[in-house]
């Protein structure tokens, strides 16, 4: 009788996550505001620097299509979360949403499924355009990790915006968001590699997340710095949780 009943409550439960991810999802692809700029800027950019700058150049192209992805994913967490938090929670979103009779955690996990889908679609993007138009050539298996590094390395940032949506006011959110997201892409060498840049610099790119999951992406192309991917996991992985505690304090204070 028991099985009877607790079949169809997780069927139930299942669906709700579903759906909650799904319509995430849909939501801020129809907004323009976030959909066109987590999509393209990075489609663009590297069309500019990794094709039409550096055409013929494989090794550049291979770097930026790694440190882009990187770039892409990044956006994708900070403002997938930390805008849309801000907003959300000025609104009183977040009180409904508690008042619902819905799963725990479904919020949380339909914005970690829609920051992860956006950087999957960049990452996508990005290989056929190097493909296509660079000429980048990888073995399959590696064009596969470059993937699940984009999808997977979504997280730490996720971790970050949902922090900084707790901090900040929703009109004060983009630009909060920009300056700490546009000077980390630069110091962790996701523009140019670190050895263009002063030396006082470079040393900063180790505490920044963008830094380490642009290391595991390099790796899979065979361009890293050559410290082992494990230190790079483990760094990211102390960011989330650290940033994922964080922010769940503030949200237990301000709802």
């Known amino acids: 009788m028991m099985n009877t009943i607790a079949k169809p409550l997780r069927h139930a439960t299942l669906r709700s996550y579903v759906l909650e991810a799904k319509y995430e999802f849909l939501r801020l692809l129809r907004a323009p505001v976030f ?47 930390g805008v849309t938090v801000a907003v959300e929670r000025e609104q009183g979103l977040l009180q409904l949403k508690r008042a619902l009779p819905m799963p725990p955690g479904a919020y949380l996990l339909a914005k970690m499924a829609m920051a992860m889908l956006f950087s999957a679609i960049v990452s996508l993007l990005l290989a056929v355009m190097a493909s296509v138009l660079a000429g980048v ?21 996720c971790a970050l915006g949902l922090y900084l949506g707790t901090l900040v006011s929703g009109s004060a959110a983009p630009a909060v968001v920009n300056l700490i997201f546009l000077p980390m892409a630069f110091l962790s060498g996701l523009w140019m590699p670190l050895a263009m840049l002063p030396d006082v610099l470079g040393r900063v790119a180790p505490a920044l997340p963008a830094y380490h999951l642009g290391q595991v992406a390099l790796k899979v192309v065979g361009m890293d710095g050559g410290a082992p991917v494990a230190l790079h996991l483990g760094a990211l992985a102390v960011f989330a949780v650290v940033f994922f505690v964080l922010a769940r304090a503030r949200l237990a204070k301000v709802g």
């Open 137 to 157: 050539s990888l073995q399959p298996s590696q064009w596969a990790l470059l993937l699940l590094v984009d999808v997977l390395g979504a997280v730490p940032f």
């Open 35 to 81: 959909a066109v700029p987590t999509i393209l800027f990075p489609a663009l950019f590297y069309l500019l620097f990794g094709v039409v700058l550096n055409f013929g150049n494989g090794q550049a192209a291979s770097y930026l299509l790694a440190t882009y992805g990187v770039f892409g994913v990044t956006g994708a967490g900070l403002f997938g979360f």
